[in-house]
């Protein structure tokens, strides 16, 4: 068992936990002023994408799958695992997600594509660097493409 506490936290954007339409939606990340000042965010403006680690607070014990499904149900998708998909009803209720980096001031970084609504509690945020990206093409099945397009 660990502890892990929160930096900050997601403040507008969208407010309904769903799995679609964060693609355009802008949001702040506010950084916790007890334990940060805006030094820790010097240089983040520099990046296009930043990654955000999240929690998916607003998802119920009840709500969490630990089987296989169809990617939003889906019927024309295969049953695939939890881990094999990327929705919000995971059993850790961490989410990750890669978002453009719009302006940073002061503990605030304002962002676009957020997969996360506010309030949420903000674990990590980390640039995307091109050198950490996969160098070999990614492989995805028809189904994945087709849910983001």
Request: glycine share 10%; aromatic share 8%.
């Amino acid at each position: 068992m660990f502890t892990i506490e929160a930096v900050g936290h997601v403040r507008g954007g969208r407010d309904v936990p769903e799995d679609d339409s964060w693609g355009s939606s802008r949001a702040r990340i506010e950084l916790d002023a007890a334990r940060f000042t805006p030094a820790a965010l010097t240089g983040l403006d520099a990046f296009s994408h930043m990654e955000v680690v999240f929690v998916f607070d607003h998802v119920g014990e009840d709500e969490v799958t630990f089987d296989a499904s169809r990617p939003r149900g889906n019927e024309a998708w295969p049953k695939v695992g939890n881990f094999a998909q990327r929705g919000k009803n995971r059993p850790s209720r961490i989410g990750v997600s890669v978002c453009c980096v719009v302006r940073v001031e002061g503990l605030s970084v304002e962002v676009e594509g957020l997969d996360a609504i506010d309030g949420s509690p903000v674990l990590d945020i980390k640039p995307v660097m091109s050198g950490f990206l996969p160098r070999e093409e990614v492989r995805e099945p028809d189904w994945a493409r087709e849910i983001m397009a």
